[in-house]
């Protein structure tokens, strides 16, 4: 039989002769798998991918992300269509066919069947992350043979389509409706460091890895986030557009504020803006109104005196973009950030209660609305509504499903200043040591160590107001020197070890160790002299200073002059 009449044959079988692809591609492959050739057969799979067993390219694939640690989310990632902002600040999906992967590579990654067989192959080892997260590697024994008998061209295009799937599977910046679970980030982050940290990249994927880094900058651990930024700032080039300009500077901006250099936080906005970037769509105006509000929080942290006629400086388009909505809300949770900072605690609650009425009317992800609610908490636990404080919570926690991560720490810890306002310090308690399992062990950037810092001083308070003073002093004393060793929270709160010594001075003067107590006291003193007593932690530098200075100086009469923000006029005890 000749091949026309084989094809003939073929083609008379008819729709429903049975698929012999996967038989043929099997058969195919084992006549070419010869160990002994110097050349693989694997060198032939993106020329001839249709002809060879999918899990083949599975292989090849593993090997190109690293061969170690992939996980397997990421493998399926590619039949979910990708998102990304379009210049008219909407989103739009971009399916794993559009963005250049093969037919059968997709068919490989979009098929739970195929990738289980790929999982089964005596050259896949599997384990899992501490959450339960599959991951897989290769065997050193095919991770060697791969690397020696590949041809440089194979490796290298192999290269360019592992880094592509690991563009595809990023989630967009600043949307934040996906936001992976830390141990997938963290394993996902070490695939993207190493296959960026090259010197040569594929041109057409580089505003593609840039996207992929953004999303890195964005949240989360801070030295990722670092060397997201600093990775994509390598890759930017003066002919990008405007979105990656802005964005580049608008994370570099913020590390450096997370790290304490309001300086060089807010001379990185100033420099960019002076250059006279052009940016004329929706997506980058919306990108102003990021740089703006990084350049308010600047000016709130520093307590500038022209936020108040500033603060509104940037608005949206109308009708609003999505991208637009995001930031117009984001400005807004800023306003209620600025009144906070100068104490202004009822126009705060007005701002937040007005922010969760706009948001009623439009989708909101859970996150910013579980941030939102907490800010509202602290502010009743400022303003003594305690129970408000403690209702609108519940409705969070009724509706909660995972209770991790830092929005849910925060919200626990306004509960326990809800339950203390109320003199109901067991619950208070229960609460504080359901947040020591959750907590992370890493504190590497500055929002972590508040946290940390702040249940240490809720425990503290807590033993404290139940008068077990011995047990207060131990846990004030532990306080002080996680201040100490936490140098970027000290150089941004350092009045909180102010904090902390007038209330050991309070606890040594109910024991009646009258020496330590003046020692104590006069230590917060000079504390006080040269910092600025902030808000950041709800009731510390209103109620509970109150609270304990008041009666110190009651019974001892000892002065103090405390320096309050927004201009207010110190406080004093003479």
Not at 158 to 181: D, H, Q
Request: aromatic share 8%.
């Amino acid at each position: 039989m000749d091949d026309t009449e084989a094809f003939d044959h073929i083609q008379n079988l008819g729709s429903d002769a049975p698929d012999l692809n996967l038989f043929v591609q099997r058969l195919i492959t084992a006549q070419l798998d010869d160990p002994s050739l110097v050349l693989s057969h694997r060198n032939l799979l993106l020329e001839y991918g249709d002809c060879i067993s999918p899990a083949e390219q599975g292989l090849l694939l593993l090997h190109a992300l690293g061969g170690n640690d992939i996980p397997l989310d990421l493998l399926k990632c590619a039949k979910i269509p990708m998102r990304r902002w379009t210049n008219e600040g909407e989103i739009q999906s971009i399916t794993a066919s559009d963005f250049g992967f093969n037919a059968e590579l997709i068919g490989l990654l979009s098929s739970d069947e195929r990738l289980a067989e790929l999982g089964q192959r005596p050259e896949v080892m599997q384990q899992a992350l501490e959450d339960g997260t599959i991951i897989w590697s290769l065997s050193p024994e095919s991770q060697k043979d791969l690397s020696h008998r590949l041809t440089p061209q194979t490796t290298e295009d192999w290269a360019t389509t592992a880094l592509r799937l690991l563009c595809f599977a990023c989630p967009p910046c600043y949307e934040g409706k996906v936001n992976w679970a830390l141990p997938l980030k963290k394993a996902i982050w070490n695939l993207l460091d190493k296959a960026t940290n090259q010197k040569r990249l594929p041109s057409s994927l580089r505003a593609c890895v840039i996207e992929a880094l953004l999303f890195f900058c964005e949240r989360d651990l801070f030295a990722i986030r670092l060397a997201a930024v600093e990775r994509a700032k390598s890759l930017l080039r003066k002919n990008m557009s405007f979105y990656y300009q802005a964005s580049v500077t608008l994370f570099e901006s913020i590390i450096s504020r997370i790290d304490g250099n309001f300086q060089r936080s807010e001379a990185l906005i100033a420099d960019f803006l002076a250059a006279d970037h052009e940016g004329n769509t929706r997506s980058d105006n919306a990108l102003r109104g990021r740089l703006h509000i990084s350049n308010i929080e600047n000016k709130i942290h520093r307590y500038d005196q022209g936020v108040a006629s500033t603060i509104y400086n940037w608005e949206g388009i109308h009708p609003l973009s999505t991208f637009e909505i995001e930031v117009t809300r984001r400005l807004q949770g800023v306003a209620a950030k600025f009144f906070h900072s100068i104490g202004d605690f009822k126009t705060t609650r007005a701002s937040l209660e007005q922010h969760l009425w706009l948001n009623s009317t439009m989708p909101i992800r859970p996150n910013t609305r579980l941030l939102i609610v907490t800010r509202l908490a602290e502010i009743h636990c400022e303003l003594h509504e305690y129970e408000k404080a403690l209702e609108i919570i519940q409705v969070e926690l009724d509706g909660m499903t995972a209770r991790k991560g830092r929005p849910f720490r925060r919200l626990s810890m306004a509960r326990a200043e809800g339950y203390i306002g109320l003199g109901r310090l067991d619950d208070a308690t229960t609460v504080l040591q359901e947040l020591i399992s959750v907590e992370p062990p890493e504190l590497d950037d500055l929002n972590d160590q508040v946290l940390r810092v702040r249940r240490l001083i809720l425990s503290a308070r807590i033993h404290h107001e139940d008068n077990n003073f011995p047990e207060a002093l131990q846990h004030w004393q532990l306080t002080g020197q996680m201040i100490d060793s936490l140098s970027i929270f000290k150089s941004r709160h350092g009045w909180t070890l102010a904090i902390v010594h007038l209330s050991m001075a309070h606890a040594h003067i109910a024991l009646g160790n009258e020496d330590l107590a003046r020692q104590t006291w006069n230590a917060g003193v000079e504390i006080a002299m040269r910092e600025r007593f902030e808000y950041v932690f709800p009731v510390l530098a209103t109620t509970w200073l109150h609270k304990i200075v008041g009666e110190i100086h009651e019974v001892k009469g000892w002065p103090l002059r405390v320096m309050l923000p927004g201009g207010k006029s110190d406080l004093t005890w003479l």
